[in-house]
């Protein structure tokens, strides 16, 4: 029988045990939840000729996240693919005259019908879903994109396939910070300077004032932060 109403609140049981055990893979889907909610709020944006707020997006996927479970739902995020479709009817109802409820006629309707459909058919749907979803196309892209960039990606679906999600998020996310770092770092330039040597010195901190004998003053240009100490002690040795 479908139910007649709506779900009753039910609380977790919470434990320490439970909190540590469940900690690490629950920041992940955090993590890759909000990534895949602005990468759909940025999609819906391009759809939609409209610009959306990141922090109301964050706030009410979290809150909704919080509360569902307590009802019996589960965590969720954005997709692409049912936020293209819901921006492409909210475009075609903009230029109707007026709203239309197909849709959800549609579901509440027919809702009761779906226990008659079979699970083999279900099993089918999805398997066409998650074909969908694996996005293949990218794989003949891997030779025109950075090696480092390939790696990563490799790396994550690999990991996917052979352990988990969970865990090709974690190692994807270092992955990436490592690879940000190194390319950050590779534009952050440091040089020496002085009122004699410096044509750009107009605007500078050096213009108008002498140099005290034996003093070198460096300009940075870029990111100035760890991952750029290597070319801050190469410029002191020359």
């Not at 629950?26 to 959306?52: F, K, M, N, P, Q």
């Not at 052979?162 to 090709?168: P, S």
């Not at 932060?225 to 801050?232: H, I």
């Amino acid at each position: 029988m479908h139910p007649q109403g709506l779900p009753g609140i039910h609380l977790p049981a919470l434990s320490w045990a439970n909190i540590q055990q469940l900690f690490q893979p629950a920041v992940t889907i955090a993590l890759l939840a909000a990534i895949e909610s602005l990468l759909c709020a940025v999609v819906a944006d391009g759809l939609t000729e409209d610009r959306h707020d990141s922090n109301q997006e964050l706030m009410a996927q979290g809150i909704a996240n919080i509360v569902s479970p307590l009802f019996g739902g589960i965590a969720a995020t954005s997709a692409i693919a049912r936020t293209a479709r819901i921006s492409k009817v909210a475009l075609e109802l903009r230029s109707r005259d007026g709203p239309r409820a197909d849709v959800a006629v549609i579901i509440l309707a027919a809702a009761p019908a779906a226990k008659f459909i079979p699970l083999a058919v279900l099993s089918a749907v999805l398997a066409n879903v998650a074909l969908h979803m694996g996005e293949w196309h990218n794989f003949g892209r891997l030779a025109k994109w950075p090696r480092s960039d390939a790696l990563v990606f490799l790396a994550a679906f690999v990991l996917t396939v052979v352990i988990d999600l969970t865990v090709a998020v974690e190692i994807g996310m270092v992955l990436a910070a490592i690879l940000f770092i190194k390319r950050v770092s590779e534009t952050t330039q440091i040089t020496a300077t002085d009122e004699r040597t410096d044509v750009e010195a107009s605007n500078d901190v050096v213009a108008g004032r002498e140099i005290p004998e034996g003093v070198i003053i460096y300009r940075i240009f870029g990111a100035f932060f760890f991952g750029a100490a290597d070319k801050l002690e190469s410029a002191l040795k020359r």
